[in-house]
């Protein structure tokens, strides 16, 4: 099982960016994945889920800015990351489990400053 972010950078607020995690091992749509983020000395926060029959979630702090989905034939998941706000700068990370809490790549870096 691997998973491989990427896309990160840093951005200007209300800037936008697309995360994508190529997954190799399983197949994507054969069960939940999710992506969460990561502020140093922080907890790890739960973003967005896609559970077992493809319904995504949201966190209330991302709803309407950020939206995820995947391309099976690519064996890809995406994050759009739009309306960029400084509080959204952490180290972002899919995972192999809804909540967050299965196997998770090395991570992508979003930064949002001016």
């Known amino acids: 099982v691997r998973l491989v972010e990427s896309g990160g950078g840093s951005v200007q607020p209300g800037g936008s960016l697309r995360l994508t995690c190529e997954v190799s091992?399983?197949?994507?749509?054969?069960?939940?994945m999710s992506w969460v983020r990561q502020v140093p000395g922080k907890s790890l926060e739960w973003v967005s889920g896609?559970?077992?029959?493809?319904?995504?979630y949201y966190a209330d702090s991302v709803k309407g800015r950020f939206t995820t989905s995947r391309d099976n034939a690519k064996n890809t998941l995406y994050l759009q990351l739009n309306s960029l706000r400084p509080e959204d700068t952490a180290m972002y990370y899919c995972?192999?489990?809804?909540?967050?809490?299965?196997?998770r790549g090395r991570g992508t870096q979003v930064t949002v400053t001016s």
């Open positions: 995972s192999k489990s809804f909540t967050g809490a299965g196997v």
């Open positions: 896609v559970d077992r029959d493809g319904n995504i």
């Open positions: 091992g399983f197949t994507l749509s054969s069960g939940a």
